[in-house]
């Protein structure tokens, strides 16, 4: 019998793709590791991934401040 599962394909850079392979430790939103840059996950998990992403990136992200 075949089974069906809801998810969607995320295509990323091998560092990004880390980022998701550490949240989903948490998480378990990660159906299937396809290959270096592409991973199948839940499609209901897929807009709080994008938020928790952005966030992680922009913790990591240096800011040039403007002087006075």
Same mark, same amino acid.
């Given at each position: 019998?075949? !089974? $069906? &599962? !809801? %998810?969607?394909? &995320?295509? +990323? #850079?091998?560092?990004? !793709? *880390? =980022?998701i392979l550490g949240l989903n430790e948490? %998480? *378990?939103?990660? =159906?299937? #590791?396809? #290959?270096?840059?592409?991973?199948?996950?839940?499609?209901? +998990?897929?807009? *709080?991934?994008? $938020?928790d992403i952005d966030d992680i990136l /922009?913790?990591?992200?240096? /800011? &040039?401040?403007?002087? !006075?």
């Open positions: 019998m075949v !089974k $069906a &599962v !809801k %998810g969607v394909v &995320v295509e +990323c #850079d091998t560092s990004v !793709k *880390q =980022i948490r %998480g *378990q939103f990660i =159906i299937e #590791d396809l #290959d270096d840059t592409h991973v199948f996950v839940d499609s209901s +998990c897929i807009e *709080q991934l994008r $938020a /922009n913790e990591n992200t240096y /800011n &040039v401040e403007e002087s !006075k």
